[in-house]
């Protein structure tokens, strides 16, 4: 893939549906700063570079965080699903964040109520 090229970015998909980020172009590898999830604070931790997607919309999403590739191919792709839904990555990575606060919080209070169980 060259930088300029047009892409499309894939969320992720099941049996009958898909849930797609848009079109956009591949502008080329970049730390992954505002990405999220396990892959994303690896390449960021360990400094390696990652596919940057700028979408139709003005977002970006990174090649760690979805499935992409030419636009001809994630057209084709979108064919083969029943349902296509479209979804804006800061929502994804609002939820995402939301998720690890809530599961760092309930292990927090997991930890205390252990501490209080072993005095």
């Given at each position: 893939m060259k930088v300029?090229?047009?892409?499309?970015?894939?969320?992720?998909?099941g049996f009958e549906v898909c849930e797609f980020l848009g079109y956009g172009v591949?502008?080329?590898?970049?730390l992954p700063h505002e990405a999220v999830g396990f892959l994303a604070e690896i390449l960021v931790d360990t400094k390696v570079n990652n596919p940057r997607i700028r979408l139709d919309s003005g977002s970006v999403?990174?090649?760690c965080e979805c499935w992409w590739g030419s636009e001809v191919e994630v057209k084709k792709r979108l064919a083969e699903y029943k349902e296509v839904k479209q979804v804006e990555i800061s929502?994804?990575?609002k939820e995402y964040l939301k998720d690890i606060a809530e599961k760092e919080a309930k292990d927090k209070k997991k930890g205390k109520k252990k501490e209080k169980k072993d005095v």
């Open positions: 300029g090229e047009r892409v499309g970015a894939i969320l992720r998909a591949y502008e080329g590898d970049f999403v990174y090649g929502e994804v990575r």
